[in-house]
């Protein structure tokens, strides 16, 4: 089984592969030169430890600056350490859902979709994005650490507990919302007080939970105190913000994977309604870890609508519908699915052997309907982020002051020339 998931991890690349021409085409866009901007005129060090809009994130700039440099500017090889790294979080949200101890059809499922669907578009077509995949990575790393390592460790353990925090530390290093890494950690720390009933030792396990707390706080009181963004001045958003984050909550990721909706409309409430009702149910169906591991995905879930709302409510409420927010909410609500979809089965199918081929069918068509969706979400991505950036970059020198960078109207189109020169990028 455990190759099934490598294997799993390896499908994710697909899209990247059969539409290889299509992302080729791609060219550095908005943050992408944003990022590259600063590094010019700060140069690397200074600009590693630099706040990024509401991000500290030291840890991806080192990583995504010296991917610029090591790769000498290449969009394309910038796109497979992406793409890697989602091959990666593929597996391991497959290896996590098993050693927790979800059916093998949950595990699959969850893989699968996560993987493959092209409502990760966005996230996985935009170097920038790498941020918040990289958070995600070391969230899974630590999720999967817990269990393997620490789930039964009762009381403080350098070896079950320092790669927690290690963990967390990276996380929310990499993200704004990474910082959640770190709470959700302390809660699976936690969690094992409530199963048990062991109600009194709770401060045994309470230095760990601290640990992993730490860096959350840490970065999150820096981002409060010195980063720019709306967290500086809530005072009369709150209502924005709450819409906002209701709005990314029950909506994502049905809205793109179950058909669009305006929110508000009939079909938008049944999306919201749907989600409720899968959350519940799969709660409901869940045992032991299962169950936990399951609470502390709603957790992660419930944050990043909170951090959005916060941090993204001046967009519109159709921003919180955006392909480049869809990874968290379909690794926090897929594996409810999944579990739910295994239930069905056992309960529907009970000899084992049809239930493998029946499965294996239904999972064989679910991958192809993902990647049916990916050709009409490219083209008017690659066009604008792509076939057009490479024609701006192309055209004859101008001066005029509305030549600017799409997306980045603050930045002319020769300084963005003059950074292709600098940086070859290409």
Excluded at 94 to 118: D, K, N, Y
């Amino acid at each position: 089984m455990h190759g099934l998931l490598w294997i799993t991890g390896l499908v994710a690349l697909a899209p990247l592969l059969i539409w290889r021409q299509r992302f080729a085409e791609l060219f550095w866009f908005a943050d992408d030169l944003f990022l590259t901007d600063q590094i010019a005129q700060m140069g690397f060090w200074k600009w590693t430890g630099q706040f990024f809009a509401e991000n500290f994130a030291p840890l991806f700039k080192l990583l995504w600056g010296g991917a610029l440099f090591g790769f000498a500017g290449s969009y394309a090889a910038m796109l497979w350490l992406l793409w890697l790294t989602h091959a990666l979080n593929t597996v391991l949200v497959g290896r996590l859902l098993l050693r927790a101890g979800f059916p093998w059809i949950a595990a699959i499922f969850t893989q699968l979709v996560f993987a493959l669907t092209p409502a990760n578009l966005e996230t996985l077509g935009w170097s920038v994005q790498w941020s918040a995949v990289l958070a995600v990575t070391f969230l899974l790393l630590g999720l999967l650490w817990y269990e393997r390592h620490a789930a039964n460790a009762r009381a403080w353990s350098w070896h079950a507990h320092v790669p927690l925090f290690l963990f967390a530390s990276a996380s929310a290093c990499c993200f704004s919302r990474g910082v959640l890494t770190g709470g959700v950690l302390a809660l699976a720390i936690l969690a094992p007080i409530v199963s048990t009933r062991e109600w009194a030792s709770w401060h045994r396990r309470l230095p760990a939970v601290l640990l992993c707390l730490l860096p959350a706080v840490t970065v999150a009181a820096s981002i409060m105190l010195f980063a720019g963004g709306n967290q500086q001045n809530m005072t009369g958003h709150w209502g924005e913000a709450l819409k906002f984050s209701a709005a990314y909550l029950l909506l994502n990721p049905g809205y793109f994977l179950l058909g669009e909706a305006q929110p508000g409309s009939g079909f938008s409430l049944l999306l919201g309604l749907l989600k409720l009702v899968v959350i519940v149910l799969g709660l409901a169906v869940g045992r032991g870890r299962v169950r936990t591991l399951l609470a502390l995905l709603l957790v992660y879930d419930l944050g990043n609508a909170v951090l959005l709302g916060a941090g993204r409510y001046h967009t519109g409420l159709l921003a919180a519908l955006s392909s480049r927010y869809y990874y968290s909410s379909l690794l926090a609500t897929l594996p409810f699915g999944g579990l739910l979809l295994a239930w069905v089965m056992e309960r529907f199918v009970p000899r084992d052997r049809l239930r493998r081929r029946a499965a294996g069918v239904l999972l064989f068509c679910l991958a192809l309907l993902c990647l049916r969706g990916w050709p009409a979400s490219l083209v008017p991505f690659v066009a604008w982020r792509g076939t057009e950036m490479r024609r701006l970059m192309q055209a004859p020198y101008t001066s005029a002051s509305n030549a600017t960078v799409p997306a980045l109207d603050f930045m002319h189109i020769e300084r963005a020339k003059a950074l292709q020169r600098a940086f070859h990028l290409h």
